[in-house]
């Protein structure tokens, strides 16, 4: 069925965020794609067209409300034009340098796991080292669920979510479950299993952001300094339904972060610094780039009032990276500014007063599709300084 339903009266500066949120709308939709003022929708829902239809309404609704604005501002630009225009990811499958396991998943093999780490070794001495007394931390990639409430993820992003639970510590369902594995010849996805008989409510997700961790770590603490500055990498998981055929958005992936706590000067300031070292490394690597406002894909009804906000108080810049064979541009980095949100929500004090926080995110394997995306796979069609400074770090990490 195709299901199709106009959107008159929607800023086409929202079609992006409802075919995102649309793929949730149903589990049974094969397709989504925004032509000519009107959203298609391929499906297989028993519920038919109308139930669709109301919920993408509703979607329509939330996503064209509100007196806010969106403030728009490009705050850098580096443009380049860059030698590559294929299509990298059909490149790297045919050369088996990645293996796509599912839409979001995949194994990464030479050159591409090299380069990851190249881009990772980058950020740490070139940005984050810079910043006096930072410190490194390493974080589990499992993250409580009384923590992630904390952070206001299960209301502001409860689609991301991958919950984590085990059989129930009980002989007589561990035996049944295993039996009923084995008489049914191996694990069968479409086999029932009754979760509430075979497993607890569950205590953990997956984690969906580095920097939680850290204002975890920090719980009813109170800082004897202006601040801290913490850089970690995490595994990151965030389920994203159909949206994982979109260009570097994966399942799973890795992220380093810079995370600022502590007075709200100490706060602004590294986060202005960390800006104009990202400008600078964008315009280093010469890669085709712009920085500009940006709000989070907040999937709730008070996305607009959420988004606004962000945007209007530039809480949330972007660098976006080109890709030239689609002529779009994916978020490599983001740089954070949260206010007191985590300071209050995990008792994080400077003197008398809740921390202030704020972050600057890198996700590698987005800065390694995008870079091989504009400059393909041979070396020599790198820039110089890139070039050269990932040779000599392949020979110090010999």
Request: hydrophobic residues 40%; aromatic residues 12%; contains cysteine.
């Amino acid at each position: 069925m195709d299901c199709v339903i106009s959107l008159e009266g929607l800023d086409p500066g929202q079609y992006g965020q409802l075919k995102y949120a649309a793929a949730f709308v149903d589990e049974h939709i094969q397709d989504i794609r925004i032509e000519d003022g009107h959203i298609h929708i391929a499906h297989q829902s028993p519920k038919g067209d109308e139930a669709i239809r109301e919920r993408v309404q509703r979607l329509i609704e939330r996503f064209s409300h509100g007196d806010f604005g969106f403030k728009e501002n490009v705050l850098f630009e580096h443009r380049v034009q860059t030698p590559y225009e294929g299509d990298i990811v059909a490149e790297l499958i045919e050369r088996k340098i990645i293996k796509v396991l599912e839409p979001g998943l995949f194994i990464f093999r030479e050159p591409f796991s090299s380069l990851m780490r190249f881009f990772d070794y980058s950020f740490v001495t070139k940005i984050a080292s810079r910043f006096e007394g930072v410190k490194e931390e390493s974080y589990p990639a499992v993250i409580h669920c009384t923590t992630l409430d904390k952070t206001n993820h299960f209301t502001s992003f409860p689609e991301h979510i991958h919950f984590l639970s085990h059989l129930r510590e009980d002989l007589d369902v561990i035996e049944a479950f295993s039996q009923s594995v084995r008489e049914a010849g191996g694990w069968k996805e479409d086999a029932p299993l009754d979760l509430n008989a075979n497993m607890p409510k569950p205590r953990f997700t997956m984690n969906p952001s580095t920097c939680y961790h850290c204002y975890e770590g920090l719980q009813n603490e109170t800082l004897d300094t202006d601040g801290l500055i913490v850089s970690a990498i995490a595994k990151c998981h965030r389920f994203e339904s159909r949206n994982h055929a979109d260009f570097g958005r994966l399942l799973d992936f890795s992220m380093r972060e810079i995370i600022f706590v502590g007075k709200p000067d100490f706060v602004k300031e590294n986060r202005l610094q960390a800006i104009e070292y990202l400008k600078e490394l964008a315009a280093e690597w010469n890669v085709d780039s712009l920085l500009e406002i940006a709000n989070d894909p907040f999937f709730t009804n008070d996305f607009q009032v959420k988004a606004s906000f962000q945007r209007n108080q530039e809480m949330k810049y972007e660098l976006r990276l080109s890709i030239p064979h689609l002529k779009k541009s994916i978020a490599c980095s983001s740089v954070n500014f949260h206010s007191n949100t985590f300071g209050n929500a995990f008792n994080i004090k400077v003197g008398k007063r809740p921390a202030v926080t704020g972050c600057v995110g890198f996700g590698i394997e987005r800065w390694t599709f995008a870079f091989l995306a504009q400059y393909g796979l041979d070396e020599e069609q790198w820039p110089a300084s890139f070039r050269e400074q990932y040779r000599a770090w392949q020979q110090k990490a010999l």
